[in-house]
């Protein structure tokens, strides 16, 4: 069992930047490829970034790639999410989400297994 706790979330200005965090409970959070996924009202939930259970690979969304970063911090069972460059439509409940399907990167809401109760991000024009 894992539990998923995002902070960073707010309101910022186009062109801003924000870093979201996802702390992990747990001593296998190596164990666990990592996602950020956002929801919009009205909108499916979608990937935003992956991240493999070491780092090594990663997976940004084309409407992400060059302004947002993945990264985590396996000794301090964390993920992160840089969001630079932000945009209005870039406003949505950021989710992370914990997979351990053995597949090194996951797109697809289907293959986590544990979700963070999310996060707001509002970007202003």
């Known amino acids: 069992q894992v539990q998923l706790v995002e902070s960073g979330g707010g309101l910022v200005q186009a062109g801003g930047s924000l870093r979201l965090s996802c702390a992990a409970s747990g001593r296998t959070f190596s164990s666990y490829s990592m996602g950020w996924f956002r929801q919009a009202p009205g909108k499916e939930r979608e990937v935003v970034a992956a991240i493999s259970r070491r780092g090594s690979s990663t997976y940004y969304a084309d409407s992400v790639k060059g302004r947002f970063t993945i990264s985590r911090d396996n000794a301090k069972n964390t993920v992160y999410l840089q969001m630079n460059s932000l945009k209005p439509e870039d406003t949505a409940v950021y989710y992370c989400?914990?997979?351990?399907?053995?597949?090194?990167?996951?797109?697809?809401?289907?293959?986590?297994?544990?979700w963070g109760q999310g996060t707001q991000v509002t970007v202003s024009s």
């Open positions: 989400a914990a997979g351990v399907n053995p597949a090194a990167v996951k797109t697809r809401t289907t293959q986590y297994d544990y």
